[in-house]
């Protein structure tokens, strides 16, 4: 399963770029392409600026789209039971609205790219920054766990997006608690 969000910075394109990534993500949980192995991995993102530890080597993909640079690393668990995403967005341009309103549409929005429903959420302070965490159930039944935040950096706008796919609702998501738990932002 691939979650990915529609980023909030405001850029051409960028809720196409949502859509598919959640679609990679609900493929993901039925199947994927990506090699999955069975021991977890210490990772360091450079570009990004975080570590973590996914449950498999993370494979990296990076776009720019205008002044938007977006880098993502994805995961699969053993036997691709469960699909971990951190998706890192960085952009020149001030954040423009008030926080929880962008996250608030972060959790809609890519409800809405799936055509799922958002069957929770919550508002939380996660590495000192405001965050919102949520449930995502597309209509195949497939979950999505997500959790969005902005790092002001200097003359760049960070937005951070982590999701979490697996089969059903009540699957449990030992990788994406995982990946929270262990994510540490890094200079």
């Known amino acids: 399963m ?6 909030l910075v405001a850029t051409p394109g ?23 192995a069975d021991r977890p ?19 990296r993909t990076a776009k ?8 993502r690393y994805e995961a699969l668990s053993a036997g691709a039971a469960e699909d971990v995403i951190v998706q890192y967005l960085a952009s020149p341009a001030p954040l423009s609205g008030v926080t929880q ?5 972060q959790m809609d929005g890519s409800a809405s790219a799936v055509s799922g429903t958002v069957v929770s959420r919550a508002n939380l302070t996660f ?24 790092v002001p950096s200097g003359n760049v706008q960070q937005y951070f997006v982590f999701s979490g796919g697996a089969a059903t609702l009540s699957a449990p998501h030992p990788a994406y608690d995982r990946l929270l738990a262990t994510f540490r932002l890094t200079p």
Do not use: Y
């Open 41 to 59: 991995t210490v990772f360091k993102a450079t570009d990004a600026g975080f570590t973590a530890e996914f449950p498999s080597k993370p494979q």
């Open 101 to 105: 309103t962008l996250l608030d549409q």
């Open 64 to 71: 720019t789209q205008d002044t938007t640079t977006e880098v």
């Open 14 to 36: 960028t809720g196409a770029l949502a859509l598919v990534l959640l679609l990679g993500l609900l493929a993901a949980c039925g199947g994927s392409t990506i090699s999955s």
């Open 127 to 150: 590495l000192d920054h405001q965050a919102e965490d949520g449930v995502i159930k597309s209509p195949s039944g497939h979950a999505i766990r997500m959790r969005a935040f902005f």
């Open 2 to 7: 691939t979650t990915s969000p529609a980023p």
